[in-house]
């Protein structure tokens, strides 16, 4: 039986998504198929392990408690196995690790860090490798690999922390000179809509640059896409990646903020959406393009605007590791075009063993 180990936690913005989208993989997880192992990651970035039955023992308040299970670390010496770090608990019997899962979302675990980890430990994981990861994480770096594909995006403008802290004004001058208002104003590296606002008025703009770089050094500010449906597709595959059918969101409120996501219960998602057949299409050809620009592999989420008005389509991001909460669209997606949750995990875990297979056949030595 594979020994499937699901990450989650971690030290994010995110902790807490992560959380509830690593007990949804688990509840839909075919245990006949795999031996679970748990590794929660705190807020302080302890590893804590734990059998697959007992996830709730590792959690508090929602999140990854301190302390709760066997402090864990990756053996880079010896692919798939576990060092017990506690002296205490030396001798427990710790599993060995074929593919991990890393249920994580936001920084140190969906920007290529995690995963550049799994590639010194040479295992097998879920999701896009190191490089494809970083770029998808960094919207300003994914910007201009979508620029280069060709693939229609929102008008930006990028503010860093050293010209933000040197002249504010001077910063509010060239965003007003390229955009109008409402403005989106968002971290270039976080997901699940931390740090994102809309403003109306230069002093919401300012506001929002100044929540935004709490979270990060560089700053989007986009144009906001006024009368648009705001639609997502979900993407799986390595090589020949395939496209899910297009689900819509309705936010419930002036944009799919964080609490519209996670907390409050006003948002709804819509699928199939409703926006005309010729922009599903071309909603689903984007979204494979977007894919393989940022040398995607495994699977990704990735979000657009469609014109009410002319059906227009706009790429808005990809994530490369999607929400797997109850409510999230990428599993969501994937039901709805025919492939359940829990056979949704086995492809995923199959993909993840092809790439590993293919990467350990190349030479590593001239």
């Not at 705001?230 to 799986?236: I, M």
């Not at 969101?249 to 944009?255: H, L, N, P, S, V």
Request: proline share 4%; with cysteine; aromatic share 8%.
């Amino acid at each position: 039986m594979k020994s499937l180990a699901l990450l989650f936690g971690g030290r994010s913005c995110e902790h807490a998504v992560s959380v509830i989208s690593a007990r949804s993989v688990l509840a839909a997880i075919d245990s006949s198929k795999y031996q679970i192992a748990l590794i929660g990651i705190s807020e302080s970035g302890q590893w804590q392990w734990a059998p697959g039955s007992e996830f709730e023992s590792l959690i508090e308040g929602g999140k990854v408690k301190e302390g709760a299970g066997v402090c864990v670390a990756l053996d880079l010496a010896e692919a798939g196995r576990l060092l017990a770090l506690d002296e205490l608990k030396d001798g427990i019997n710790l599993p060995h690790i074929d593919v991990v899962f890393p249920v994580l979302h936001g920084t140190y675990g969906e920007d290529g860090a995690v995963q550049g980890l799994l590639e010194l430990a040479d295992i097998a994981y879920v999701g896009c490798p190191v490089a494809a990861s970083a770029n998808g994480m960094d919207k300003v770096l994914a910007k201009k690999l979508f620029t280069e594909a060709n693939i229609p995006q929102a008008q930006h403008v990028l503010i860093n922390l050293q010209h933000w802290s040197c002249d504010k004004q001077a910063v509010l001058n060239a965003s007003l000179e390229t955009l109008a208002f409402p403005m989106f104003i968002k971290p270039a590296s976080m997901g699940s809509s931390v740090g994102i606002s809309k403003a109306h008025d230069t002093k919401q703009l300012q506001a929002a640059i100044d929540l935004a770089m709490q979270f990060d050094s560089n700053v989007l500010v986009e144009a906001s896409f006024e009368g648009c449906a705001e639609v997502e597709c979900a993407v799986l595959g390595n090589e020949d990646p395939k496209a899910s059918i297009v689900g819509e969101i309705d936010a419930g409120a002036e944009f799919y903020d964080y609490e519209a996501k996670y907390i409050s219960d006003v948002s709804s998602a819509h699928i199939p959406a409703d926006i005309p057949k010729q922009s599903s299409e071309k909603v689903r050809k984007l979204s494979i393009k977007a894919f393989q620009a940022i040398e995607g592999q495994g699977l990704s989420r990735v979000d657009f605007f469609v014109s009410r008005q002319t059906g227009e389509v706009w790429l808005n991001e990809i994530n490369t590791m999607p929400g797997f909460t109850p409510i999230s669209m990428y599993p969501k997606l994937w039901a709805a075009s025919g492939l359940p949750y829990g056979e949704l995990i086995d492809k995923l875990v199959k993909l993840a063993d092809e790439r590993h297979l293919i990467k350990k056949k190349l030479r590593r030595s001239v």
